[in-house]
């Protein structure tokens, strides 16, 4: 057994829209109304897949889900030209943010030794809760090997589970029992907080995590209001490293304490308010950065562009790499077309711990396949979506044989 974190990365969609469904996504509301591009966004997806193969890391992807989602519209009785909203609920690309399919216990933490997944309901967005059937159907087709992994069933309703974006594990190694942190929000603020207690515990039991290495430690409300509605756009972990805005959680003092008490090692990286405001922080997504550990051992920050575009969000990346704490380089990627939507290069991965040689091959990236991705979305993914156009039946032929040509160069007929 090899394991390695593997970066399973969504595809984006070939009905990537901006509809601006998700209330307390400041991103995504902003933008609402704008024209899209899929095939930028596809591009700029597939580019940072293969600058992280580039870097030596292990990469797999997710495919785009089946949009539009005729059969949600036909169980609401919507039809596309009275029910706007629910119509553009059934075209959004949202699955491509693979952060929210699953949260992922890796096998060294779980008692019987085998990596658990349970799909994410994500019952607090319309638009999100249709999707984790097809997750379900992707995720038990890529790690169908049952004597390394498990797949749960969703946490049922009302218990809003938002998966890995709300999930963060400190280890020596990842092959190495880690210290798996749920974080969760608290109803009553301006937005919803879309991540509830019960449903981490709920996950942790399922995954036979042990009591004395999983925390739960509540967000701070300040941070949900300020538009974090996932813990992942304030802090992320990997390796002995967290990495975190000073305001992400609600008591960060006895959260420290707490993480110290069950991980000693842990080497914290907190970037005080004077630094980067909460604001930068949302509006640059320094955050929802990719955490990762090298092939030479150091440790990487894959972050948004918008990063090294703002002058507070920069200098405090020159003043880390500068100092010897422990991330080392910076790695800036253009995912502009997510962004806009409230995706950064974190939402877009589900990082998944297993040896690739137990993975379904067709789930992983290489070189090759990587250019053969690159032809099909350049041929059939649509080059702009106006939100006016959502419900137009050329459109959607056109977004269906798009999604169908990719199963088919990808010999993944069993998603179709
Ligand atoms: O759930 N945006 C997503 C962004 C998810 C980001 N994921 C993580 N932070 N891990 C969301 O809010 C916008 C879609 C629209 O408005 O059409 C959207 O769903």
Redesign the pocket.
Same mark, same amino acid.
């Given at each position: 057994m090899r394991l390695t974190e593997i970066n399973f990365d969504g595809i984006v969609g070939p009905s990537h829209?901006?509809?601006? !469904?998700?209330l +307390? &996504?400041l991103a995504?509301?902003a933008h609402?109304g704008d024209v899209s591009h899929p095939r930028a966004a596809a591009l700029q997806g597939l580019a940072k897949m293969r600058h992280n193969l580039a870097l030596g890391l292990a990469q797999g992807f997710l495919l785009p889900l089946p949009r539009p989602n005729g059969e949600y519209l036909a169980r609401l009785g919507a039809e596309p030209a009275t029910a706007r909203g629910l119509t =553009?609920a059934a075209w959004?690309?949202?699955a491509m943010?693979t952060? &929210?399919a699953a949260t992922v216990s890796p096998a060294p933490d779980t008692a019987d030794q085998r990596c658990h997944l349970t799909p994410a309901n !994500?019952v607090t967005?319309p638009?999100?809760a249709q999707e984790w059937p097809d997750t379900a159907r992707q995720l038990a087709l890529a790690f169908a090997d049952p004597a390394h992994f498990i797949l749960h069933p969703p946490i049922p309703p009302s218990f809003g589970d938002?998966? =890995? =974006?709300n999930h963060m594990r400190l280890c020596d190694g990842h092959a190495q029992a880690g210290v798996e942190i749920f974080v969760y929000g608290r109803a009553g603020g301006p937005f919803p907080a879309?991540q509830h207690e019960q449903a981490s515990r709920a996950v942790a039991r399922l995954h036979g995590l042990d009591p004395r290495r999983t925390l739960f430690i509540e967000q701070n409300p300040a941070a949900i209001a300020a538009g974090a509605?996932?813990n992942?756009?304030v802090a992320v972990a990997n390796a002995r490293v967290l990495f975190t805005h000073a305001e992400a959680f609600a008591e960060p003092d006895r959260a420290y304490l707490a993480i110290r008490e069950a991980f000693p090692q842990l080497e914290l990286v907190e970037v005080p308010s004077s630094a980067v405001s909460l604001a930068e922080a949302v509006r640059t997504y320094l955050f &929802?950065a990719q955490l990762v550990t090298l092939p030479d051992g150091e440790t990487g920050l894959i972050v948004p562009m918008e990063c090294i575009e703002s002058a507070a969000v920069s200098a405090w990346l020159a003043r880390m790499t500068d100092g010897n704490g422990p991330i080392r380089r910076v790695l800036p990627v253009d995912v502009r077309q997510s962004m806009a &939507?409230?995706? +950064?290069p974190?939402?877009l991965r589900l990082r998944v711990v297993a040896d690739p040689a137990v993975v379904d091959p067709r789930f992983l990236l290489n070189e090759a396949k990587a250019a053969l991705i690159e032809g099909v979305i350049a041929r059939t993914w649509p080059e702009q979506i106006d939100p006016a156009d959502i419900g137009n039946e050329t459109l959607a032929a056109d977004v269906i044989a798009a999604r169908y040509a990719l199963l088919d160069a990808l010999d993944l007929h069993e998603l179709g």
């Open positions: 829209n901006y509809a601006g !469904l998700s +307390g &996504n995504a509301t609402s =553009a959004s690309a949202s943010w952060a &929210n !994500l967005m638009h999100r938002e998966g =890995a =974006a879309r509605f996932h992942d756009v &929802n &939507n409230g995706g +950064g974190a939402c």
